[in-house]
């Protein structure tokens, strides 16, 4: 499996399923770029581009997965991959991230 680097952007509230998340894609190999307390699709993108990540998992409920897509194109990095990852399951977010980017 080839490492990924993943943005996982997490609510500023959030005390453990994003962190479940995080050490579950930590587990498996990739690198993970935590944050949280994002409140716009902007922020997420920007950091996004900063850290050079392969993917970013949204873990942000009031962020809509579509506009991050669009600005992520905008700045032509669309080949930056967007999964929302809101339901928390660490297992079922890393199956859909590996299958994702194809590793």
Known sequence: MTIARILLAAPADDDGPAVAVARALRDAGHEVVYTRGHTTAEHVVRTAL??????????????????????????????????????????????????????
Not at 55 to 68: D, H, M, N, R, T
Not at 69 to 76: E, K, M, P, S, Y
């Open 50 to 103: 900063q850290e050079d990540v392969h993917a970013i998992a949204l873990a942000v409920p009031e962020i809509a997965a579509e506009s991050v897509v669009t600005l992520l194109a905008d700045q032509d990095a669309d080949d930056v991959a967007v999964i929302d990852v809101t339901t928390g399951d660490p297992d079922e977010t890393l199956g859909r991230i590996s299958e994702r980017l194809g590793r």
